[in-house]
Nanobody, 126 residues
């Protein structure tokens, strides 16, 4: 089992940047495909990015490709989401998740994620 805690959210102006962190405890995060999701008020949860166990492979949703970068430091048991060129539409609660199913390398369906953090709020002002 693994516990996930996100941090780094906050209020930022349009065009600004934020770096989210997801610290894991319990089982080592190297055992999991890691993903970032977000959920805005009144909307469904949205996949943003995922990263393979080694960190060599990444996958992004079209909505954030070129603006967001997912990375991981397995030695620190931490996953990051660097967010640049933020827009008001990026306002949401951001969640990290861990998926342990070995048949998935980097692209994992949402139901494959076993563990979720509590989320961190990101607000982008216009």
């Amino acid at each position: 089992q693994v516990q996930l805690v996100e941090s780094g959210g906050g209020l930022v102006q349009t065009g600004g940047s934020l770096r989210l962190s997801c610290a894991a405890s319990g089982r080592a995060v190297v055992n999991y495909v890691m993903g970032w999701f977000r959920q805005a008020p009144g909307k469904e949860r949205e996949f943003l990015a995922s990263i393979s166990r080694s960190g060599y492979a990444t996958f992004y949703a079209d909505s954030v490709k070129g603006r967001f970068t997912i990375s991981r430091d397995n030695a620190k048991n931490t996953v990051y989401l660097q967010m640049n060129s933020l827009e008001p539409e990026d306002t949401a609660v951001y969640y990290c998740a861990a998926g342990g199913e070995p048949s998935y390398r980097v692209v994992m369906p949402e139901y494959g994620y076993d563990y979720w953090g509590q989320g961190t709020q990101v607000t982008v002002s216009s």
